[in-house]
């Protein structure tokens, strides 16, 4: 069973980045074709898909964070992470980490169990 899993600061001050990191056991980040998702929830609000990295390193954003977000990887650690630049209290939200079966197909088979970050002086 694949299983990713979020870590990093729960609490986090305006203006300051956010950094994440998902830890994946079970199954390689290089396996062909899998590609690895951030998703996050705002409280009472709908589940955003923020961004991407394939097996083979391409990223791709989704056009409202574009110009804030950066997903990097570590091979070496089967880990992948997640920045989000100038952050304010909007993006206080349940992060979470996926396994998309391939780029575009919108199926997230393996989900981290979330995080909790607040974005809060």
């Known amino acids: 069973q694949v299983q990713p899993q979020e870590s990093g600061p729960g609490l986090v001050k305006p203006s300051q980045t956010l950094s994440l990191t998902c830890t994946v056991s079970g199954g390689s980040i290089t396996t062909s074709y899998y590609a690895w998702s951030w998703i996050r929830q705002p409280p009472g609000k709908a589940l955003e898909w923020m961004g991407v990295?394939?097996?083979?390193?391409?990223?791709y954003y989704g056009p409202s964070l574009k110009s804030r977000i950066s997903i990097s990887r570590d091979t070496s650690k089967n880990q992948f992470s997640l920045a989000l630049s100038s952050v304010t209290p909007e993006d206080t939200a349940v992060y979470y980490c996926a396994r998309e079966e391939t780029h575009g197909s919108s199926w997230w088979a393996y989900w981290g169990q979330g995080t909790q970050v607040i974005v809060s002086s």
């Open positions: 990295i394939t097996y083979d390193g391409y990223t």
